[in-house]
């Protein structure tokens, strides 16, 4: 069985599911300190739950952000710890990028978001056709105003998805622009079908590669280049879409 763990976005989620991607169990929590520190007791008594043991597992999928700083230390140092143990594969996936794997049966252009710190916003655009996902932007930070100047420029149908201000989507929604949006979130579930899906193989280091990504650290990419650039990097896109 496979285990995904999302503690970057709210509500934190964990979930299980078998070789064949069929959904075992699940745990969702909004935001708590006590659900991040007895993380790995949560994901034993899921085990249990299901009759199953932590030992059986074959693979983790871990959100690495941008999201929580506390919940991605904790999922973060979790999944790397069971994988050293273990010597199952780890794999680390955009908390953004986790966001449009639900939709990969709706062909479309994705603009998933999360907040960042203060008027900012974590985003990223992705394709989806014929079930695949293919990223269109790395990770990168727009202020809310910046975003509301630049979606309206988008020429064919744009789906927004994640974690969405309403202020923003009331001020888009006025607009004579093709889009829509979805308030997502991100299930364990999700994830552990990732890396069910993938079916990595692993020599043993994937768990050395896993950090947490947070927006707000160079780590995901330098704030200062990004303000100068993100409006036209999308902007760019809205053209040839």
């Known amino acids: 069985m496979y285990l995904g763990m999302n503690m970057a976005i709210e509500p934190f989620s964990v979930g299980l599911v078998s070789e064949t991607g069929d959904v075992l169990a699940n745990l969702t929590q909004v935001s708590s300190r006590q659900f991040s520190e007895n993380i790995m007791d949560e994901i034993e008594q899921l085990c249990e739950k299901i009759g199953e043991s932590v030992h059986r597992l074959k693979g983790v999928c871990v959100a690495e952000g941008p999201g929580s700083y506390t919940g991605l230390r904790m999922s973060v140092v979790t999944a790397k710890t069971i994988g050293q143990v273990l010597n199952i594969p780890i794999v680390g996936l955009s ?64 789906i927004c998805l994640g974690i969405l201000p309403k202020d923003m989507m009331q001020k888009l929604n006025t607009e004579q622009c093709p889009l829509s949006f979805i308030n997502q979130t991100l299930d364990g579930t999700v994830l552990a079908t990732y890396v069910q899906q993938k079916k990595h193989t692993d020599d043993g280091s994937s768990w050395q590669k896993i950090f947490p990504k947070y927006s707000h650290m160079p780590s995901i990419i330098d704030r200062k280049s990004t303000r100068l650039n993100s409006s036209h990097q999308i902007i760019s896109y809205a053209v040839f879409c």
């Open 95 to 158: 908390t953004l990028e986790g966001l449009v794997q639900s939709y990969q049966g709706i062909d479309g252009i994705y603009f998933a978001m999360v907040p960042a710190v203060g008027n900012e916003m974590n985003v990223a655009m992705f394709s989806i056709c014929q079930q695949h996902v293919k990223r269109l932007t790395p990770d990168f930070i727009m202020t809310k105003e910046a975003l509301l100047k630049a979606l309206p420029k988008f020429k064919e149908p744009i």
